[in-house]
């Protein structure tokens, strides 16, 4: 059967200017990741606490480097809001800079919504309203807090729950972490939740689609509802069934193998996740070490990250990963901080940075040897398949760029 645009919805990725160099970056990134260990569910703009649940999950979607935005309408006629995009949460609200416009879809539930996060918080009511994501994605009955207060949340309107995580049935956001959120601890279905129950898409599914970062300020990325889009793959989708190896299990986890070159080994095989929040890509120190010394590379005091001379550069070799039964190489200039973009991590113009970042120790907990973040991302389309509990990575257009 051959891949078929489904509907598919542009998104923004923004490097955030704020973020203060590499060490900060960094800092953010482990952070997340060990928040992961530690069981917890975060993301790329806010922290999300859901009470119901014994072990108390939070949802971190804005405080991380890497932010993702979309246009969403909501009412008819549709005000349009521009609202982050979370990976790993599943309430949807508006109301933080632009505020909500009541129309004749719009239906009072009665309900109070309140959210807890980790630099502010949301508090509102919830309403029934129609939701636009593009002409052939909208939903006449869809579930969306109102914020009366909300803190913590900047530049933009509100948040759109995303939750590439097969771990949860519904691939727009986990409708089980919408309890806790609603007075009366009843779940509320999530935008994709509504969207394939109406028949609107054919499967539970998300396509996700990155242009490298290239410059200080927006690119383009797209979401396949239901589907992927085929102008965007160079290869077929190879999905791999998610890994069994908890705390990787509980995320876009998978099992890899790593080698560098002509089979030097960089990392057995082992369990980690892909994350849309990372900023780097993440290796346990065994393994961090071993492509420290396979690239002669040294870390750099002022950034935290590895750097490599010019003449390292030329002799730098493929990095490969070996997922399923595919390969898939990660090139010398994907390896490769954007140069055009050095400044941001308040480096030197002149010196070549490595993406590669070492994991801290985990305390014991084993299960996440590796992360695979937008370093990472922006060179393969990935796809959540939550009906299947798999997960597909593909060859694109800017795998073997040399934009960096």
Known sequence: MPNIVINSVPFATRLRIEAYG?????????????SMLSGRVTDSAVTLTMNARKDSPTVDVTDNGIVYTMSVGVGQPPTEYTLLVDTGSAITWVGAKKKYNPTSTSHDTGDSVDASY????????????????????????????????????????????????????????????????????????????NLFSEGIIPSDSLGIFYAPLTKVGETTGEITFGGIDDSKITSEINYVPLTTTPPASFYWGIDQIVTYGKGISILG??????????????????????????????????????????????????????IGSVTYEFTPNAQIWPRALNSVLKGDSNKIYLVVVEIPSTGGIDGIRFVNGFSWLQRFYSVCDST?????????????????
């Open 118 to 193: 980790g630099f502010g918080s949301m508090s509102g009511k919830l309403y029934i309203d129609t939701v636009t994501l593009s002409p052939g994605l909208v939903v006449k009955k869809q579930s969306i807090g109102v914020a009366r207060t909300a803190q913590g949340i900047r530049d933009v309107d509100g948040i759109i729950g995303q939750c590439p995580y097969p771990i949860f049935h519904s691939s727009l956001g986990p409708v089980d972490l919408t309890r806790g959120t609603v007075t009366g601890g009843r779940e509320v279905p999530t935008v994709t939740d």
């Open 269 to 322: 095989n082992a369990s980690g996740f892909v994350d849309t929040g990372a900023t780097f890509l993440f290796f346990i120190a065994d393994a961090f070490n071993a492509y420290k010394e396979a690239t002669g590379a040294y870390k750099d005091s002022t950034t935290g990250l590895l750097v490599i001379t010019e003449a390292q550069y030329h002799a730098l070799q493929s990095l490969f990963f070996h």
């Open 22 to 34: 590499a060490k900060e970056l960094i800092q953010r990134d482990r952070a997340r990741i060990a």
């Open 388 to 404: 299947n509990g798999r997960i597909g990575f593909a060859t694109t257009h800017y795998t073997n760029a040399n934009t960096n």
